[in-house]
């Protein structure tokens, strides 16, 4: 899942870190194009994972740290005027404070951490969207990352196309582009899932929230007894 020489040469935090150690949690992330319902199925997944007796770290991007949120206030502010590589570098350097400061040290004591949103959303919006080189911003974030992959990631979607472009109420400067954008962020989306078959899985939301959040749960619940060993009812 991760690489620990690449942390701990980065991270003096890090150094005694036993690589196991870092094996020891179970990394989630929830994807979506607007409206698709993240944060109710973040909120239910993390609930349920609470109910089961995981220690757990929920946490969203940008944001969750504090030099995190303040990135995100000029990410999202309306009057930040920027460009597509500047916007990307900003979402890749609050992901960074992110790993280093929240994600390693809770996958490290072994909890679940689940993150609403990571490095798909960049490839999604600044890549597809935007139109900047999927490679160039996979490149920037896998030495944001130091390689800290998800386990599994869940894109939400809904019918046919993936997040038909649901209403957003008081849009942000990202909410606010045009629809075309927002079509190729659910395309790229898409393109994503079906390049990394084995980490996205790609969960229909059209059934209603209860029935998605049982789906999303068989999943979780699969890898973590692939993981783990884990073996508990979902119901
Ligand atoms: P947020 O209010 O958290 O939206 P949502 O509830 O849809 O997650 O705003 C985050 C916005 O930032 C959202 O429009 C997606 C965008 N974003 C990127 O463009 N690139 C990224 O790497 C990330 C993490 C988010």
Known sequence: MTDSRD?????????DTDQRSRNRGFFVSFEGAESSGKSTQTALLVAWLREQG????????????SVGEGVR?????HASKMSAQTEALLFASARTELVDSVILPALCEGKV???????DSS???????????IEE?????????????????????HG????????VEGPDRIESRGGDFH???RMGYLQIASRDRNRVVVVDTSPGIEATAKEIRSIIARRLRAKIGYDQSTE
């Open 183 to 185: 079509r190729r962020v």
């Open 73 to 77: 206030d000029i990410l999202l502010a």
């Open 113 to 119: 951490v689940v993150c609403d949103r990571y490095i």
């Open 123 to 133: 490839l999604a919006y600044q890549g597809y969207g935007l139109g900047l080189p």
């Open 137 to 157: 911003i996979l490149a920037v974030n896998r030495w944001a990352v130091c390689r800290a992959m998800p386990d599994v990631t869940i894109l939400l979607g």
């Open 160 to 167: 046919r196309e993936l997040a038909a472009s649901g209403t």
């Open 54 to 65: 995981f220690g757990v770290l929920q946490t969203r991007e940008p944001g969750g740290t």
């Open 7 to 15: 942390v701990a040469s980065r991270s003096p935090a890090m150094k």
